[in-house]
């Protein structure tokens, strides 16, 4: 079992920036790739960035310059670097940990990212 519990959201003007994080606790973190994904409003949710245990990096297309997915397996912890947010990165930004291919069954309760002026 892994619980994971997101922090770091809030209201942000745009071109601003967030930092979130994602503490999980219980099984191994270290043997998970963890993953940010996002879901706005009447859209389904979608990947973000993702990272192994080894640092190997994936950003979706929408957040690459501008994101910065990263973790600390000593501290059991990832995090979300977020730059030049825009408008429509408004969403609820939520934790996974599961595989390179997919996303695995355990999700943090989500935090919430609004950009707006």
């Known amino acids: 079992q892994v619980q994971l519990v997101e922090s770091g959201g809030g209201l942000v003007q745009p071109g601003g920036s967030l930092r979130l994080s994602c503490a999980a606790s219980?099984?191994?973190?270290?043997?998970?790739?963890m993953g940010w994904y996002r879901q706005a409003p009447g859209k389904q949710r979608e990947l973000v960035a993702r990272?192994?245990?080894?640092?190997?990096?994936n950003y979706a297309d929408s957040v690459k310059g501008r994101f910065t997915i990263s973790r600390d397996n000593a501290k059991n912890t990832l995090y979300l670097q977020m730059n030049s947010l825009k408008p429509e990165d408004t969403a609820v930004y939520y934790c996974?940990?599961?595989?390179?291919?997919?996303?695995?069954?355990?999700w943090g309760q989500g935090t919430q990212v609004t950009v707006s002026s």
């Open positions: 996974n940990a599961g595989y390179w291919s997919r996303p695995g069954n355990y």
């Open positions: 990272i192994t245990s080894g640092g190997s990096i």
């Open positions: 219980g099984s191994i973190f270290s043997a998970y790739v």
